[in-house]
C-alpha cells in the first residue's frame, strides 16, 4: 500500500489559465538569462515554485547532515548541495544528492538514473516535502528519498516508488526519532547509520 500523505489543497494551482513550462523552456530561460540565480525559483511538475529563504536552523541541520553522509558514502559516490537534479517535468533543487561516479563525470545536472537519495530538510516547507516533491521524487523513480524533519525531530524515509504522475508515492515510509540510529542505504546496500539526535 502507498504512503499515506497530506492532500494539497484546490488553491496550490490558479483556477484560469496559465503557462506550464517543460524542462527545456526552462533551460532557454536560464540560458537567455531571462532567469539568474538570483532568481529564488525551482522547476517543480511544471511550475515556477518559489523557494523558502533557507532559516540558520535549515543550513545548519543541511551541512550536518551532508558532512555525516560524506563520512560513511563508499567509493564510487559524492554528494552535491542544493543543486538540481533534471527530471522529465521538473528541476529540483534537493538540499543533499546522493550521486553515482565522481563530480567532474558530470557536465549536465544528473538524471534520476544517477541518482541514489535525495535529501529535503524540511522546517516550513514540510507539506510541499510530504506532497509535491515525494510525489515528483517517486514519479522519477528516485530509490530512497528522505524528508529531515525539524518540526517534529524525525528523519522519514520513504523507499519503494511507485505509480505514475499524481498517483505517484513510495510504498514504505518509516520515521526514526531522535534516540534512533538510521541506516544509510545506497544502491540496496547498507553503508552506515547516522544519529537523528544529532541532527535534527
Known amino acids: 500500500m502507498a504512503v499515506q500523505t497530506p492532500t494539497e489543497t484546490s488553491t496550490d494551482v490558479p483556477t484560469y489559465p496559465i503557462w506550464r513550462l517543460s524542462v527545456a523552456q526552462y533551460h532557454q530561460m536560464i540560458d537567455a538569462a531571462i532567469l539568474t540565480e538570483n532568481d529564488p525559483v525551482e522547476l517543480l511538475e511544471g511550475w515556477l515554485i518559489t523557494k523558502m529563504p533557507k532559516k540558520p536552523k535549515h543550513s545548519h541541520a543541511t551541512q550536518l547532515l551532508g558532512d555525516e553522509l ?6 564510487g559516490w559524492f554528494i552535491n548541495v542544493q543543486e538540481p537534479i533534471t527530471l522529465a517535468t521538473s528541476e529540483p ?6 550521486i553515482r561516479g565522481k ?3 558530470y557536465t549536465q545536472h544528473p538524471k534520476p538514473k544517477d541518482v541514489a537519495l535525495v535529501v529535503e530538510v524540511s522546517d516550513s516547507t ?9 510525489r515528483i521524487y517517486a514519479a522519477a523513480r528516485i530509490p530512497v528519498y528522505w524528508i529531515l524533519n525539524l518540526q517534529d525531530r524525525q528523519l ?5 516508488p ?3 504522475g499524481a498517483q ?3 510504498q514504505k515510509r518509516d520515521v526514526y526519532a531522535e534516540a534512533d540510529d538510521a541506516p544509510v542505504v545506497i544502491d540496496g546496500q547498507e553503508v552506515g547509520r547516522v544519529k537523528v539526535g544529532e541532527l535534527v
Open 93 to 98: 533543487e534537493p538540499d543533499l544528492i546522493v
Open 126 to 134: 514540510l507539506q510541499q516535502d510530504r506532497t509535491l516533491k515525494l
Open 70 to 75: 560524506r563520512e560513511i558514502l563508499p567509493s
Open 156 to 160: 522519514e524515509i520513504y523507499t519503494d
Open 162 to 164: 511507485a505509480g505514475t
Open 168 to 170: 505517484a508515492s513510495y
Open 103 to 105: 563530480r567532474s563525470d
